[in-house]
């Protein structure tokens, strides 16, 4: 089954600051903001074609995307694939053996259904994506 990539997450201290290199120096349109509450942050959202950037800014030190950058620096967070049914590819990626960050698929942003891998496979953290129907 071919996958799209739905999104590529950036992460960046202030959304703000960044935002400006997408819209006026890369062109990107700007679609709007969205702050996540259960993940600490806010979304920029910017459409690239059949993707999107989301720039991701944490709302709070506790936030996950705080504690990447500072452990990482500010830069790629996350690659997100589309998928029709996020239960089957969990059950799926379950009997591969792959290790999950979610079990369960969670809320993301647009009411989407989302779900992260472990990235220790991939070295880069994996979302798998069901837009909402
Ligand atoms: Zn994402």
Not at 13 to 24: G, H, M, N, Q, R
Not at 92 to 110: C, F, M, S, W, Y
Not at 122 to 128: A, T
């Amino acid at each position: 089954m071919s996958k799209k990539i739905n999104h590529v997450g950036i992460a960046v201290p202030s959304i703000a600051e960044f935002l400006p290199f997408y819209t006026d120096v890369l062109g990107l349109e700007f679609e709007g903001e969205e702050i996540i509450e259960d993940q600490k942050v806010k979304v920029a959202f910017l459409s690239s074609g059949e993707s999107r950037i989301e720039l991701l800014e944490p709302t709070s030190p506790e936030s996950s995307i705080a504690k990447f950058i500072e452990k990482k620096g500010a830069g790629m967070h996350h690659l997100a694939f589309t998928v029709d049914d996020i239960e089957a590819e969990l059950a799926d990626l379950k009997a591969k053996g792959v290790r999950l960050i979610d079990e369960e698929p969670r809320v993301g942003a647009h009411h989407t259904k989302i779900a992260f891998l472990h990235p220790k496979m991939s070295r880069v953290l994996v979302e798998i994506t069901e837009e909402k129907k």
